[in-house]
């Protein structure tokens, strides 16, 4: 139980999010899936282009599919 509660104090707004989720038609919560999906990808580039400046835009790009590569889920 305590871990609920602080969980809940590290994201004071979970109740809110989950009702506005819940307001959105299927269409809609899948439309912010792939928002949410390409804002994760362009943050994720933007930092590999940050940390490794001196990488050339094909080797940049190998880098980042190489890390999603790591990030995808290998339980299929």
């Avoid at 307001?23 to 919560?29: H, K, V």
């Avoid at 949410?36 to 050339?56: M, V, Y």
Wanted: with cysteine; hydrophobic share 35%.
């Amino acid at each position: 139980m305590q871990t609920l509660i602080n969980d809940r104090k590290m994201r004071p707004n979970h109740d809110r999010y989950i009702a506005i989720l819940r307001s959105m038609t299927p269409e809609q919560r899948l439309l912010k899936s792939f928002e949410l999906t390409a804002f994760s990808r362009d943050l994720l580039k933007a930092g590999l282009q940050q940390r490794h400046p001196e990488l050339n835009e094909e080797s940049l790009q190998h880098l980042f599919v190489e890390q999603l590569k790591a990030c995808h889920n290998k339980n299929s």
